[in-house]
């Protein structure tokens, strides 16, 4: 039920970097799980990275090139996105209200794309 929108997409050469926006309503972070998704033309949507659960997670594809973080006080999730190569070119998509797998009184984060809020997407595109 969260509302959710992205920005901060555009068109990069390699190597370049971009910085993602996803603007979120007030409590989205607490007690959720929050992360970036994309999807490529003809591709599944595929996980990037995530945050909940007090860890922070990457796909092996852009661990040390992306950062994911969250301003709480601006309710606000960010992707810095560094050393992009064009096989980022992707539609990136904010997602919050994951589901959560809990392992005792911890739990970690769902990596596929069945989260409950989904912002509209912006466009990254990679040049070589």
């Known amino acids: 039920q969260a509302l959710l929108a992205e920005s901060g997409g555009g068109s990069v050469q390699d190597g370049g970097s971009l910085r993602l926006s996803c603007a979120a309503s007030?409590?989205?972070?607490?007690?959720?799980?929050m992360g970036w998704f994309r999807q490529a033309p003809g591709r599944e949507r595929e996980w990037v990275a995530g945050?909940?659960?007090?860890?922070?997670t990457y796909a092996d594809s852009v661990k040390g090139r992306f950062t994911i973080s969250q301003d709480g006080t601006k309710n606000t999730l960010y992707l810095q996105m560094n050393s992009l190569k064009p096989e980022d070119t992707a539609m990136y998509y904010c997602?919050?209200?994951?589901?959560?797998?809990?392992?005792?009184?911890?739990?970690?984060?769902?990596?596929?794309?069945?989260?409950?809020?989904w912002g509209q997407g912006t466009q990254v595109t990679v040049s070589s």
């Open positions: 997602a919050a209200d994951g589901p959560k797998y809990f392992d005792g009184g911890d739990y970690t984060c769902s990596r596929r794309p069945d989260y409950t809020s």
């Open positions: 007030p409590y989205t972070y607490d007690r959720n799980c």
């Open positions: 945050i909940g659960g007090g860890t922070i």
